[in-house]
């Protein structure tokens, strides 16, 4: 199921094209989301999207879930994280788990200088790491303006996840991230360089040896393993204060169940975990078809319409 979804043809013709905008996020980082604004956008709520791992604003299950939002009468952002989509010259540093700060820096901005009155927060995979770990580190901080945030099968624990991939039966998913990995390494230091020494890059074959050898090399970790413990949302858990969902699969081959066995998430009541049985990686591909056709998108909105605050008046749905 998981490489169906990466491979399926995704039309969107009720997603009108979208605005592209820049927000620094720190002093020379810039990063890009692609806006669908309906009209007068202080009057609607607003959805932002965060793909995973090698993923960008253009990735399927971004497409999808922002036509369904906008449908409903959402603001939907695509955003990148910093350096994909094409955007490795807008920033000097690598993209990594830990960066939470570019999620929430999207965020502020658009309270402070939109004025959006209701903001969720989604995220795929690594995505969904960054928008768990962005609401731990706000806790009792978090803006009223944001209403709730969404993992999809979320790497909130990088070390299970590391290993998952390394197991022979993950092999196809290891080598897709390593070669997409390297090849980006390879485009980032041809743009700046001299920052980013390649030693070591070649003899990389897992992810994990790419975090040894790059991530914590260059984004300030001591290792793997530290880099892991300090970026994993699993770790500020607790501290989550606003409503969350997670969305999983039992059958999950990169995000083990374990994952999510941890005693600081399950027993925070604002932390709601749903996991089908089946449902791969971000894939959650149903029998039935139309808007069902692709289960979790349209669970993405269900949840965020539900805790919408603004009156059902304000809030337009559009016709298919």
Known sequence: MTLAAAFWPR???HLPAGIR?????EPGTRV????????EPARH???ILLHGLEGSAESGYMLGTAEKAFRAGFNALRLNQRNCGGTERLTPSLYNSSLSVDIRSVISELIERDHLPEIFAAGFSMGGNLVLKMAGEWAASTPPQL????GVCPAIELALCADSLAKPENYVYQRHFVASLKKRMRHKSALFPGQFPLDGLDKVRSVREFDEVITAKFCGFAGADDYYHRASANRVASAIRIPTVILTAQDDPMVPMSTFDNPDLRSNTNIQLIAPQYGGHCAFISRESGEERFWVESRIVEICRAQSQLEPAKIRIASA
């Open 32 to 39: 890009v989301a692609f806006c669908h604004w309906q009209p």
């Open 21 to 25: 905008r820049e927000f620094e996020t």
């Open 11 to 13: 039309r969107v013709p």
């Open 45 to 47: 709520p607003t959805l």
């Open 147 to 150: 209403r709730g945030v969404i």
